[in-house]
């Protein structure tokens, strides 16, 4: 089956810097969604990517789809404190059953002042 | 609006009770999920709704029995649970099954087996 392989694993950086992680698959994707998550709470939708070669911003936030349709990254730039978390990608294709997701191992990220 | 509801917040259970969980959207959505996480793991999916109707269950133990009342309301029925149950439940909706839409997220309901 699909597999997503997310990195990097975690990351501890420094307020202010920038933030950089990203995601490849195997097979080719249609939808490349990222997700941040906040202890004991539901992953919140940050970005929705779906063509490929395309770059989406939000915010400080910005996210590609690879032009193969086998990868994403998601930039952080100038990081804060309230940017720590669990960072989730996750992708689809139209082969797939209805609404079944894949998803990333996530990349935790901590922030230090 | 992009919000899904879920209660309880937390939910404490012996192995003997039953319980329920719940979810609710106003988006106007079709389509509903229940996943279960644990600790630092991603999502794995559990069940898919779609048009009310269940159209996928991940091979899901028969202790876990889904529910969807209607479009906005999606239950998740426990019965005889065990303690590697133990998890965080999230419930999602997306504008239909179509698996390219966007599916969001309610804030999950910790549940603990005891």
């Known amino acids: 089956g699909q597999q997503l392989n997310q990195s990097p694993q975690s990351m501890f950086i420094q307020e202010g810097e920038d933030v950089s992680m990203n995601c490849t698959s195997s097979?080719?994707?249609?939808?490349w969604l990222w997700y941040k998550q906040d202890p004991g709470e539901g992953p919140v939708l940050l970005i929705a990517?779906?063509?490929?070669?395309e770059l989406t911003s939000n915010g400080r936030l910005t996210a590609q789809f690879g032009i193969t349709r086998k990868d994403s990254f998601l930039n952080i730039s100038a990081s804060i404190p309230s940017d720590v978390g669990i960072y989730f990608c996750?992708?689809?294709?139209?082969?797939?059953?209805?609404?079944?997701?894949?998803f990333g191992a996530g990349t935790q990220v901590v922030v230090t002042p | 609006d992009t919000e899904v509801t879920q209660t309880p917040k937390h939910l404490v259970m012996g192995m003997t009770n039953k319980k329920s969980l719940k979810c609710e959207q106003h988006?106007?959505?079709?389509?509903m999920y229940w996943y279960k996480q644990k600790a630092k793991k991603p999502p794995e999916l559990m069940f898919v709704?779609?048009?009310?109707?269940?159209?996928i269950n991940e091979s899901v133990p028969s202790r876990f029995s889904p529910e969807c009342p209607n479009s906005s309301l999606l239950n998740l029925h426990l019965h005889a649970l065990q303690p590697e149950d133990s998890a965080l439940y999230l419930c999602?909706?997306?504008?239909?099954?179509?698996?390219?839409?966007?599916?969001?997220f309610g804030p999950g309901t910790r549940l603990t087996v005891t």
């Open positions: 999602a909706s997306s504008q239909d099954g179509d698996p390219l839409s966007e599916q969001y």
């Open positions: 097979s080719i994707f249609n939808t």
């Open positions: 990517l779906y063509k490929a070669g």
């Open positions: 996750a992708g689809s294709t139209i082969t797939d059953s209805w609404g079944k997701l894949q």
């Open positions: 988006m106007g959505h079709r389509a």
């Open positions: 709704y779609s048009y009310e109707k269940l159209s």
